[in-house]
């Protein structure tokens, strides 16, 4: 007999990856719409876990309005002898990986940013209750981990109880996350991979450093650590470092082998301190995108909760589509949020020398690791909401950037005669361009023209003014 014989839809691997639009999902738990949603797991004691238990606490799947968008939170329990608090991460981040077993129901993202949908059609194959979730989570994490002894399964749907546990679990997520910093890349000589995105992306491997937290922000390099010695032959398995081969991009040997073995040939190379060259890939569960800025040589940092538009006029939805899917794309990089306090962020391309603009709620996030000169200088949505109250702030405030532009922008003189030698306008170690669907990189660029003309936009609607 199979293990989910009484489950009314399908459970395999082959589910992993399977979308589910809005107009074939019944319901969606948390998401976009819905602020307080989370996935957590905790080491308890063996007499406090029942195991099996499955709680549903607030309106089950059957109650649920079609189309509607639903507060969620899913708390796992877990017992056993050789369970430590330190697995909790590790286990947590299986919820994805498992939930996404179960034909017709999805699961995106992690921790506090998770985004779940049941279709249609597998509800009215009778997938009608949560009971049947917290029952292939149990024996799915109870087979492939069997360090788990006994685990039980609480689904909160009740908005209230939800926002109490919320914040709990924002605790404790950064609880997790302090405990790992301080660890510098250079005292270990081990990293951690995981492949677990392949099934969304798969040309993605996330390396995971002791200063370069996973993308999804749910995977520290300890967390990486016990993940690999509780189930080698999993989805999260160690890199041995190899040859340091540029301190200041973060080439290492190691990880070019292990990346290309990976993802079969597609990627050879990985930078992992710059969003330029050989970019660490991004799969499409980053916490947030860095997008570069050419207008005024900087970075923009956007996160996945953001809801207006960007500094740039694009929304994350759009950035994160430029960064995803496994490749590596000049001046886009999914990152976490982590990433943001560690000592080694984008360090090949100026770290916070180089970052001109964030949402507020990203800077109060991380305003202690910014290095105090440059925190007022740093602009946000209050400050910037396009690229020329951006430039304004910026040389108000004499961002570092500010420098870069009289050095890459040479003046040219308003009256170019025809027959004048052509001299340089823009000179750019990277200088990327928008056309027709097309994004080409221009790689140490220095551009000629005879004539330069500079348009302003000034509505989207196509009002423009020409200085020529
Ligand atoms: S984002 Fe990276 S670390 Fe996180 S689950 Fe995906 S592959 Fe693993």
Request: a negative charge; glycine letters at 8%.
């Given at each position: 007999?199979?293990?989910?014989?009484?489950?009314?839809?399908?459970?395999?691997?082959?589910?992993?990856?399977?979308?589910i639009?809005?107009?074939?999902?019944?319901?969606?738990?948390?998401?976009?719409?819905i602020?307080?949603?989370?996935?957590?797991?905790?080491?308890?004691?063996?007499?406090?876990?029942?195991?099996?238990?499955?709680?549903?606490?607030?309106s089950?799947?059957?109650?649920?309005?079609?189309?509607?968008?639903?507060?969620?939170?899913?708390l796992i329990e877990?017992?056993?002898?050789?369970?430590?608090?330190?697995l909790?991460?590790?286990?947590?981040?299986?919820?994805?990986?498992?939930?996404?077993?179960?034909?017709?129901?999805?699961?995106?993202?992690?921790?506090?940013?998770?985004?779940?949908?049941?279709?249609?059609?597998?509800?009215?194959?009778?997938?009608?209750?949560?009971?049947?979730?917290?029952?292939?989570?149990?024996?799915?994490?109870?087979?492939?981990?069997?360090?788990?002894?006994?685990?039980?399964v609480t689904?909160?749907?009740?908005?209230?109880?939800?926002?109490g546990?919320?914040?709990?679990?924002?605790?404790?997520?950064?609880?997790?996350?302090?405990?790992?910093?301080?660890?510098?890349?250079?005292?270990?000589?081990?990293?951690?991979?995981?492949?677990?995105?392949?099934?969304?992306a798969?040309?993605?491997?996330?390396?995971?450093?002791?200063q370069?937290?996973?993308?999804?922000?749910?995977?520290?390099?300890?967390?990486?650590?016990?993940?690999?010695?509780?189930?080698?032959?999993?989805?999260?398995?160690?890199?041995?470092?190899?040859?340091?081969?540029?301190?200041?991009?973060?080439?290492?040997?190691?990880?070019?082998?292990?990346?290309?073995?990976?993802?079969?040939?597609?990627?050879?190379?990985?930078?992992l301190?710059?969003?330029?060259?050989?970019?660490?890939?991004?799969?499409?569960?980053?916490?947030?995108?860095?997008?570069?800025?050419?207008?005024?040589?900087?970075?923009?940092?956007?996160?996945?909760?953001?809801?207006?538009?960007?500094?740039?006029?694009?929304?994350?939805?759009t950035?994160?589509?430029?960064?995803?899917?496994?490749?590596?794309?000049?001046?886009?990089?999914?990152?976490?949020?982590?990433?943001?306090?560690?000592?080694?962020?984008?360090?090949?391309?100026g770290?916070?020398?180089?970052?001109?603009?964030?949402?507020?709620?990203?800077?109060?996030?991380?305003?202690?690791?910014?290095?105090?000169?440059?925190?007022?200088?740093?602009?946000?949505?209050?400050?910037?909401?396009?690229?020329?109250?951006?430039?304004?702030?910026?040389?108000?405030?004499?961002?570092?950037?500010?420098?870069?532009?009289?050095?890459?922008?040479?003046?040219?003189?308003?009256e170019?005669?025809e027959?004048?030698?052509a001299?340089?306008?823009?000179t750019?170690?990277?200088?990327?361009?928008?056309?027709?669907?097309f994004?080409?990189?221009?790689?140490?660029?220095?551009?000629?023209?005879?004539?330069?003309i500079?348009?302003?936009?000034?509505?989207?609607?196509?009002?423009?003014?020409?200085?020529?």
């Amino acid at each position: 007999m199979s293990m989910f014989e009484d489950i009314p839809v399908e459970v395999g691997v082959i589910y992993e990856g399977e979308r589910i639009r809005r107009k074939d999902m019944h319901i969606e738990l948390g998401g976009p719409d819905i602020k307080e949603k989370f996935e957590l797991t905790r080491v308890k004691k063996p007499e406090e876990v029942e195991d099996g238990k499955v709680t549903i606490i607030g309106s089950d799947f059957k109650d649920m309005e079609e189309g509607k968008s639903y507060a969620f939170g899913i708390l796992i329990e877990v017992a056993g002898p050789q369970l430590e608090p330190e697995l909790e991460g590790v286990i947590e981040r299986r919820i994805h990986e498992y939930c996404n077993f179960i034909e017709g129901f999805m699961h995106l993202n992690q921790r506090y940013d998770i985004w779940l949908r049941l279709s249609k059609k597998s509800f009215q194959k009778g997938l009608n209750s949560l009971q049947y979730i917290g029952k292939v989570l149990h024996r799915l994490f109870k087979s492939e981990l069997p360090i788990i002894e006994k685990m039980q399964v609480t689904f909160i749907t009740d908005p209230e109880k939800v926002k109490g546990l919320y914040s709990e679990a924002l605790q404790i997520y950064e609880a997790r996350d302090a405990r790992a910093r301080g660890l510098k890349d250079e005292e270990v000589d081990k990293f951690y991979g995981c492949v677990l995105c392949q099934s969304f992306a798969p040309t993605h491997v996330c390396v995971i450093t002791p200063q370069r937290y996973s993308n999804c922000g749910a995977i520290s390099w300890f967390d990486g650590r016990a993940a690999a010695s509780i189930d080698p032959k999993g989805p999260v398995f160690t890199i041995e470092k190899g040859e340091l081969l540029d301190p200041v991009k973060g080439e290492f040997s190691g990880v070019n082998d292990t990346a290309k073995k990976k993802t079969l040939g597609e990627i050879t190379r990985v930078w992992l301190y710059t969003a330029f060259g050989y970019p660490h890939t991004s799969c499409g569960c980053f916490e947030g995108t860095a997008f570069y800025i050419p207008e005024v040589d900087g970075f923009g940092v956007v996160h996945r909760g953001y809801k207006d538009i960007a500094v740039n006029g694009l929304p994350f939805s759009t950035l994160a589509d430029s960064t995803a899917g496994g490749r590596q794309v000049d001046g886009f990089h999914g990152i976490s949020i982590e990433y943001m306090r560690s000592p080694k962020f984008l360090q090949a391309d100026g770290g916070w020398n180089r970052v001109v603009w964030l949402p507020k709620e990203v800077k109060e996030r991380v305003k202690d690791f910014i290095p105090a000169e440059f925190v007022d200088k740093v602009a946000t949505e209050e400050e910037a909401k396009t690229i020329d109250e951006l430039k304004t702030f910026l040389k108000e405030r004499n961002h570092p950037v500010v420098e870069r532009w009289k050095e890459e922008v040479v003046a040219v003189p308003a009256e170019v005669k025809e027959e004048a030698p052509a001299v340089p306008v823009v000179t750019a170690t990277t200088l990327p361009i928008t056309a027709g669907g097309f994004r080409i990189i221009l790689k140490d660029a220095k551009v000629y023209a005879k004539k330069v003309i500079i348009r302003s936009v000034k509505s989207e609607k196509g009002e423009k003014t020409e200085k020529r």
